[in-house]
């Protein structure tokens, strides 16, 4: 009777448990499908060590089941960053992982692997590793206003030029008309604060007005000065 | 009257027919079911990424045969179909039955999945299932040692 009894309840646990599994991995399916990932950078910061940022992760979540133990792995540079574990329900959940880059990423796109291991209903653990791809372009300036050109004396013209900066720039730099790879007139760049404008001007020889066919932005860092931006002109 | 030769003669037939349709089920339990478990999850996982779908190898409609587990597997049972009813046939019984569940459990990659396209790397750990299923074979051989107990069996089978 005993022995009966222990063979029904073996076949009952293993039919259920096999039921229980199969729908559980339908869900499973079903619910990590509608998990996506958006990508920010916040708090911008640039010195003589590299930029600074927040890089924020951005998960919006639908599935029906939480995901328990979330953790995020993202790897920039061969450098490894790691989540804490925390569960993830129907909704947003941010993730924000303080990063840094070389000075050179300025005005490049961000390249990094992103991973994640859970627990699916706290039930099923199963890791996802996806392969590096561009997540977001580095970008600590931009062009607030076209070049504008004034008359300033007879041999003169004054040019002026507005940028934004999207970033604490705490270096300071230069910024320079060229001809052709070549210099026509520079000047100087004090650091920045975030998102308040500041007009770059030169005074440039009208006869090479013509020429400048190029602005581009330097910054001095510790090692020298290196070249984050060349904006094209377009002469009308 | 009946003869004590052909008696025995039509017991030994009874149990190697019963060893043969054993053998004929086990080899679908042990064999078939983990080998469309394993793939079914396989489905299950990939379909998260519809990119690793297209490489998952989907189970054919009517399952393959390979003659050489089939043939270990309808022979083991058989052996222990004819022992049944002792100890001895209990000890072929679990002894068969656990390198049967240790071959289902290796056909199941011992409870992970991993599949890789393209850079993209999904692992499932279904070992829960495993432990699951061991427990439940636990109970089995308990189950069938309490019926040979209950049963007052020999140490050797009597055809």
């Not at chain 1, 646990?13 to 509608?34: G, P, Q, R």
């Not at chain 1, 934004?164 to 705490?170: M, V």
């Not at chain 2, 058989?78 to 071959?103: D, E, N, P, R």
């Amino acid at each position: 009777m005993i022995g009966l009894t222990l063979k029904k309840f073996s076949g009952v646990l293993l039919l259920i448990s096999l039921t229980a599994f199969f729908l559980l991995l339908y869900f499973m399916a079903n619910d990590l499908s509608t998990l996506n990932v958006t990508f920010k950078v916040e708090d911008l910061q640039v010195d003589g060590d590299g930029v600074h940022f927040h890089l924020e992760l951005e998960f919006s979540y639908d599935g029906s089941r939480d995901i328990k133990d979330f953790q995020v792995k993202l790897m920039i540079n061969d450098e490894e960053f790691q989540s804490q574990a925390v569960d993830l329900g129907k909704g947003t959940l941010i993730i924000v992982f303080p990063c840094s880059v070389d000075l050179d990423y300025i005005g490049k796109n961000l390249t990094a692997s992103i991973g994640f291991s859970a627990s699916y209903a706290g039930l099923i653990p199963l890791s996802v590793n996806l392969p590096a791809r561009s997540l977001l372009r580095i970008d600590v300036l931009t062009p607030a206003t076209s070049l504008s050109i004034l008359s300033f004396n007879e041999s003169h013209v004054k040019v002026s030029f507005t940028i934004l900066p999207l970033a604490d720039i705490k270096l300071s730099g230069i910024a320079v008309l060229s001809s052709k790879n070549v210099e026509v007139a520079r000047t100087r760049i004090p650091p920045l604060q975030r998102r308040h404008a500041f007009i770059l001007t030169w005074y440039v020889k009208s006869e090479d007005l013509e020429k400048i066919d190029s602005v581009e932005i330097y910054l001095l860092a510790p090692s020298g000065y290196i070249k984050i931006y060349c904006w094209r002109l377009i002469h009308d | 009257m009946i003869d004590l030769g052909s008696r025995r003669l039509k017991n030994i037939i009874k149990k190697v027919a019963l060893g043969i349709v054993y053998g004929l089920i086990n080899y679908a339990v042990y064999f078939i079911v983990p080998d469309y478990v394993y793939r079914f999850i396989s489905y299950a996982v990939a379909s998260t990424y519809p990119e690793i779908a297209s490489i998952i190898e989907m189970p054919h409609p009517y399952p393959s045969i390979e003659i050489v587990p089939l043939i270990l597997f309808i022979v083991l049972s058989c052996l222990s179909s004819l022992l049944s009813g002792s100890w001895l046939g209990y000890i072929v019984g679990v002894s068969s039955s656990a390198v049967f569940m240790f071959y289902a459990i290796s056909l199941m990659n011992f409870g992970k999945i991993s599949a890789d396209y393209q850079g993209i790397s999904i692992t499932v750990d279904f070992s829960m299932l495993i432990v699951i299923w061991f427990c439940s074979y636990i109970l089995d051989i308990l189950g069938r040692a309490f019926d040979l107990i209950e049963s007052s069996a020999s140490f050797f089978p009597t055809l």
